[in-house]
């Protein structure tokens, strides 16, 4: 049921996470050695330094995908579907050509993100609500977010109307877009509105120093901040997430970028939390 029908209150203001703290509580000394022996980012190499990816398997059906074994939520069918991922490793990429492509019909549509950054060429309109810091800052004390951060100089959250809005469409899932830090704030939103929640992470599947080249071609920068969230965001992720997807840059026969081959995984995914159960 939506609350501003029934004329329930908004619930209460939120702070906006500063994650630019929250990054520096990484561990320096795993991320030397996994730069040193130029590992690649995947489950079982990350493992040896972060124990939560212990518990991830590979998926024999869908590849390059894997599946939390021991903190799952084994046996239910989502109502919303977290993606998450560091900046530039195509989470979004991947949501849009799913949806976009008509991958997933009409049984998944994407949550408006709220944003105070500026819009990237050729980005849809209508998958971020962009504004100002102001009225960002004036939504998370009025409640209107259910989570919020700030990353670098903007900030980035999820207005509580906007899912609302995605669930009176009837879409069987609602995918939203998000990061290691909001996970928390949204799984606990949703456990309270009795939706089903599961979170599927993104990992660019290459060693550290070719993720940050990518970074830098995607973004045009690979600043000391950009650095630090990519490794929070990858030491943490397995905590919060039910299954992994590798996103490893591909390239058509002209050498262009081609993520089709992740957008039919990812779109996978989407079926099989769907309509089988996670």
């Not at 905590?239 to 390239?251: F, K, Q």
Request: hydrophobic content about 35%; aromatic content about 10%.
């Amino acid at each position: 049921m939506n609350p501003y029908e029934d004329g329930r209150s908004l619930q209460p203001g939120i702070e906006i996470i500063d994650t630019n703290e929250i990054i520096k509580n990484i561990d320096h000394d795993a991320w030397q050695d996994l730069l040193k022996n130029n590992y690649p980012l995947r489950p079982e190499y990350l493992a040896r330094y972060f124990s939560p990816y212990a518990n991830f398997a590979i998926d024999r059906e869908i590849p390059l995908t894997y599946w939390n074994t021991f903190g799952s939520r084994g046996g239910i069918n989502p109502n919303e579907i977290g993606v998450i991922g560091p900046s530039a490793t195509g989470k979004d990429t991947l949501i849009d050509l799913v949806l976009q492509s008509n991958m997933c019909g009409d049984y998944a549509i994407a949550i408006g993100t709220a944003t105070s950054r500026k819009p990237r060429d050729h980005e849809k309109p209508d998958a971020y609500a962009f504004t100002d810091q102001s009225t960002f800052a004036e939504w998370a004390r009025n409640g209107e977010l259910i989570e919020a951060v700030r990353q670098g100089n903007d900030c980035y959250g999820t207005r509580e109307d906007s899912v609302f809005a995605a669930l009176q469409t009837g879409a069987s899932s609602l995918i939203w877009r998000g990061d290691v830090v909001g996970v928390p704030r949204m799984e606990q939103w949703c456990q309270a509105q009795r939706i089903p929640f599961v979170c599927i992470g993104i990992l660019p599947g290459l060693p550290l120093s070719q993720s940050l080249d990518w970074v830098l071609k995607k973004r045009g920068q690979t600043d000391e901040w950009r650095a630090k969230k990519l490794k929070y965001e990858i030491q943490h992720m397995a905590e919060v997430a039910d299954v992994i997807l590798l996103n490893p840059p591909s390239y058509d026969e002209h050498g262009n970028p081609d993520p089709n081959l992740a957008a039919v995984n990812l779109a996978s995914l989407i079926y099989r939390l769907t309509y089988i159960g996670a």
